[in-house]
């Protein structure tokens, strides 16, 4: 007789076992399974590693001679197994308490598993006991599955009653949605970007906003993401984005798993809502799907949507490319970045060649001393600030172009507390933060050489000391500093308002990606829905690490450390290495690598 972890986790227990095997589709098959321990006290532990990605996770049912202790603990246990409906985790509860139970509200996240203490008032011989859960909250996910980070002390009560007839214990009051551990949650869940239309980008073809959200990772995880899809955007991203399906539309109710067949295309049957729309719309909602259902798996490569007993469009992967533009696909062409003359040079991105040449125009002639630099998304134009921090300029990239004027001053009084790095969206406007701490201002110039428009920034604190826009133009990157704290805020833009001579601009709902950090240093997009940071916590050593724009942090490694990190850089398009500025100057992080120097320089950025 062997042995095998059940439970998933930080509640996960050995269990004596005869048989073991895994099904093809991933189901463990247990015989000879033992009764579930009957004496213990409830505390966290250390989760196992993770699992295999086919293999599935079941919790035991309740044993008939259940003690209130393993009632408690098997539901907790049930919280983080894979079963679809948690059907496993209803059976620790009464027939009412089951039917008013909504797991699929929210889950709680908290730094280990969560403990559980009975009430000492409380005996079992009256029938009626209660348990507090406790712990410390890391972050929530809500109905819509947006992960949001949190803090502060867990508190819940859960209380049991035994039945008269049976005799058995069961919950009768429980805390609405599901509660576990960050390591079962790391394991149970995984992070998938939707993706949504700017309704502010008038051009054609639209483009894509990618709006991440949190899936059972071994439930159906298509067909989730397919639900969550066409249910609409989160709050947070709603007021900025539009969904090519129309209101009301769904899928069908007799819609089973969704999986794509042997030639990579994925059926998706809709309700009668979405019978009348035309081709141009239904391409766009086949557009969304792919790319949304690319990110998760590779193997759909075609989308066929359906409704009302007919066929209403398909899509490939090239066509969904040519009706929605997604920032990430461009390829930049080169890397720019500021030399020892203090002129614009580039090198071919991704090359191996690494002499810098100056890039065309006046800014690369070294017209002006430069200390930051910023290059247009279709590389035609670029913007930079003058050594000393005081002017902003704008200029072609074509050989021969002038200088002129600045487009803005700053009248800081120290270098560190003028303008900041500037940085471009894709509708062609530049933006800028001036950091003087008199009057710290946040701008945004049209096609980059409209007059300067204040952005107005209703919810910062602080002033803002480095920018990043994303490629869709619909969320902008901020480092907000105030006093000795510095972190790194998301927000949103939103355009309405205003005339079209004069526009109104605002950054709202801005939201803390890096919650534990005290400093944030360096930062820069790297993804559709991603940024690498450069910073440290309390106390700690400098540490560069991805991060995700609702506060989570991707399951993927981290960059190789790296010291003395002033600049960082990185493409949307991920294939592009990492560039960063440190004592070493200009150094790259190919894939799989460690960091090697490039070039001497300063200042390095991609298109953007």
Partial sequence: MGRLRVGGGERGRWVPVRTVAYAASGVVLLAGCASMPDSGDLRGVESTPRQDAQVRVFAMPPSEDATPTQIVQGFLEALTSDDPDYRTARQYLTREAAKTWKPELSTTVLSDGPGAQADSTD???????????????????????????????????????????????????????????????????MSVNKYYFASA???????????????????????????????????????????????????????????????????VPLNDKAAEVGTGRCEEMAAQLLFTLRTLSPAVEEVELRADGGQ????????AETTATRGALDQPDYLYFVDDKHRLVRITAGSSDTEP?????????????????????????????????????????????????????STGRTEEDRLTTPSWDAQGGLWVADSDPVDPRLYLLEEGEEEPVQVRTPGLDGRVRAVRVAADGVRIALVVEKGDRSSLVIGRIDRSGGTDERPTVT???????????????????????????????????????????????????PPAALTGVEAVTASEDEQAPLMAYSVDGIVRLPSGAQWQKVTEGTAPVYPG
């Fill in 123 to 189: 005996r079992q011989d009256t029938g009626s006991l209660s348990y507090t859960l406790t712990g410390t909250k890391v972050a929530t996910v809500d109905a819509q599955q947006s992960y949001a980070p949190a803090s502060g002390s867990y508190d819940e009560l859960v209380h049991l009653t035994k039945d008269a007839k049976s005799e058995q214990w069961r919950i009768d009051a429980v805390p609405q949605g599901v509660v576990m551990g960050k390591s079962d949650f790391q394991r149970n869940y």
């Fill in 201 to 267: 980008n008038a051009g054609s073809p639209p483009m894509t906003v990618a709006d991440p959200v949190y899936v059972r990772s071994h439930v159906d995880p298509t067909t989730q993401m397919v639900r969550s899809l066409i249910e609409g955007p989160t709050t947070w991203l709603d007021p900025a984005v539009r969904t090519g399906f129309p209101a009301g539309a769904a899928l069908r109710e007799d819609a089973g798993p969704l999986t794509p067949d042997d030639r990579g295309r994925l059926t």
């Fill in 312 to 319: 209403l469009c398909s899509l490939a992967q090239e066509g």
């Fill in 357 to 409: 040449v100056p890039a065309p125009g006046a800014l690369g002639e070294g017209e002006k001393a430069l200390r930051s630099v910023a290059v247009a998304r279709d590389e035609r134009t670029a913007a930079g600030v003058a050594i000393d921090g005081k002017s902003l300029f704008v200029s072609s990239l074509v050989s021969g172009s002038s200088l002129g004027e600045p487009v803005l001053r």
């Fill in 507 to 557: 950054v709202l709902d801005p939201r803390s990606a890096t919650p534990e950090l005290e400093q944030v240093t360096a930062m820069s997009w790297a993804g559709d829905s991603r940024l690498v940071v450069v910073g440290r916590e309390q106390g700690g050593v400098e540490q560069m690490k991805y991060v995700e724009v609702d506060g989570s942090t991707p399951d993927v490694p």
